[in-house]
């Protein structure tokens, strides 16, 4: 019986050893307590509750770009695509003034630009040889465009108009947090129980591999671009019903910061290899960072220096992990 005993500790023992989520865990415990006596305030329940409003829109993005990297594909025009829903929603919004029926028009509006424009980009990265990375950094400059002349670089303020994200709150939460983590749970549980996390990792790890066992490649990968747009739309509804105001720069670095979290979450950028709590981890432990050097006090600039680093630490530690497994 002890042995039985012995033998299932050491299981388990070697479970946590092997998976990148534990390092994960503990590296995010680590960084709060050392954050907290830097400073104080870091620990306190406002600025929990701000972390966490300011991930929601970062983490429902991590998502879908988590998906995107695991099929074997990449998307730099999240951001972009944010900013030209964004501009699009409140456009219609302002120049409706206080019709209400116009913040459920705005809201079609945002999730048809980001399906519509998904789907596009999706169907020529799926049905051609480009590169998605090239695809897709096309298309942030389209929707840079768009959003600029939807806007012709100005703001569109709508208070009041889609503040429920905020306004609406549960133990002082606002209702954005549980969006966000709702997402990750829907989304984990899809990946890990159905039939559509199988063939992610299949396409993602070997796609010839995938269409001899009689996956539709071209058609998942279209798919997955797909729900990465409602993902999109989903965050860009939250973002304007945060900010309150649309602008052409809204979603400027919100590409990088889901990548950086997705990555150091252990998604590989070769695609095959991820998971959504590694993304949910990834996603707390940047966002965490960002907030403790503002409470620090760093320049806001010098923070994409610090983006920049991560993404390099990881994509180097998951290589040498991957190594060693191997």
Not at 172 to 180: D, G, R
Not at 213 to 230: D, P, W
């Amino acid at each position: 019986m002890s042995n039985t005993l012995e033998f299932k500790q050491i299981t388990v023992w070697k479970r946590i050893r092997s998976s990148d989520n534990s390092y994960l865990f503990l590296g995010m415990i680590s960084y709060i307590i050392v954050s907290t006596i830097i400073a104080p305030a870091f620990a306190s329940s406002y600025n929990i509750a701000v972390v966490l409003e300011q991930m929601s829109v970062a983490g429902i993005l991590t998502v879908g770009t988590c998906m995107v990297l695991i099929s074997g594909g990449i998307d730099l025009s999240i951001g972009m695509e944010l900013s030209a829903s964004c501009a699009l929603m409140s456009s219609i919004i302002y120049a409706g003034g206080s019709v209400k029926g116009n913040v459920f028009e705005a809201i079609i509006a945002g999730i048809l630009l980001c399906v519509a424009g998904s789907f596009v980009m999706g169907f020529i990265i799926s049905r051609t040889n480009v590169e998605p990375f090239i695809v897709s950094l096309g298309f942030m400059t389209i929707y840079q465009g768009i959003a600029t002349i939807i806007t012709n670089g100005a703001e569109y303020p709508i208070p009041g108009h889609m503040a429920f994200a905020t306004n609406i709150r549960f133990l002082t939460i606002p209702l954005m947090v549980y969006i966000a983590i709702a997402t990750f749970v829907v989304f984990g549980l899809l990946i890990r129980f159905m039939r559509f996390g199988r063939w992610l990792y299949a396409v993602g790890d070997n796609p010839d591999a995938a269409f001899l066992a009689g996956i539709s490649v071209k058609n998942f990968k279209l798919l997955t671009y797909v729900i990465n747009g409602v993902l999109v739309a989903l965050a860009s509804i939250l973002m304007l019903s945060r900010t309150q105001v649309g602008n052409p720069t809204l979603g400027t670095g919100l590409e990088l910061t889901a990548i950086a979290a997705a990555v150091v979450g252990g998604t590989a950028l070769a695609g095959g290899k991820g998971s959504i709590i590694g993304a949910a981890l990834g996603t707390a432990i940047v966002g965490m960072i960002a907030n403790s050097l503002n409470i620090i006090g760093v320049n806001s600039f010098y923070q994409y220096v610090v983006t920049g680093v991560i993404i390099i630490a990881a994509v180097l530690i998951n290589s040498l992990r991957s190594k060693r497994q191997n």
